[in-house]
């Protein structure tokens, strides 16, 4: 993603109104450029094209879904495993957010095709989060493979509760804690069940 000055920034603001207005795919870059108040070619001199603009919003508002995340989770106590909450609390989390459900609902193909491209940066964002969650000196004490584990760990339980049917889906936060009870909890790195949080 290039670098966020204010016309990036213009761009990338609008792209959020456009996509949750019209989804991802039938979104025009020139509707796009009228929104932010630039050209096409501005567009074009920041991002190759239509995929690298949706990769770039995708990117912006997970960081800033994370950010909102860790900044919860530090704010109350945790009502169950620290892991638990902070899983439970991300699929809530993204259940409510503009234009991530928005992709979810509507694009659930491009939210996998986005994961294929960049699943590594994902664990990456993911890892950085999860270091600004724990408490302090525990991704130290845990290290930085378990750190990475757990980060694609949650990914991948994320995306099978976001994208896949279940018998029973989990509607509300005590269904999607009890999932991350049953399901999440035992499937991950050794060295994180054995130092509870």
């Known amino acids: 993603m290039p670098a966020a000055d204010s ?9 959020v109104v456009e996509f949750q207005q019209h989804g991802f795919r039938r979104v025009a870059l020139d509707d796009v450029a009228r929104r932010a108040g630039v050209s ?26 994370f950010a909102n995340i860790a900044d919860e989770l530090k704010s109350r106590r945790p009502q169950s495993n620290y892991y638990v909450e902070a899983f439970t609390l991300s ?13 979810l609902a509507d694009e ?20 950085v989060a999860l270091r600004a ?12 493979d378990a750190v990475d584990q757990l980060a694609d760990t949650i990914l991948r339980y994320a995306a099978m509760l976001l994208l896949l049917p279940t ?18 909890l035992p499937s991950l790195p050794a060295v994180l069940r054995a130092v509870p949080v």
């Open 7 to 15: 016309a990036t920034n213009a761009i990338l603001d609008a792209a």
């Open 40 to 65: 096409r070619t501005t567009i074009y001199r920041r991002f190759v094209g239509r995929d690298e603009l949706v990769a770039a919003v995708i990117d912006r508002e997970n960081a800033a879904l």
């Open 91 to 103: 699929i809530v989390r993204f259940r409510q957010h503009r234009v991530l459900n928005r992709m």
């Open 108 to 127: 659930p193909g491009l939210m996998l095709e986005l994961g294929h491209r960049h699943w590594d940066a994902a664990v990456e964002r993911m890892a």
């Open 133 to 144: 969650i724990f408490p302090d000196g525990f991704a130290e004490q845990i290290g930085a």
């Open 167 to 184: 018998r029973e889906t989990p509607v509300d936060v005590e269904d999607i804690r009890a999932f991350a009870t049953t399901h999440f």
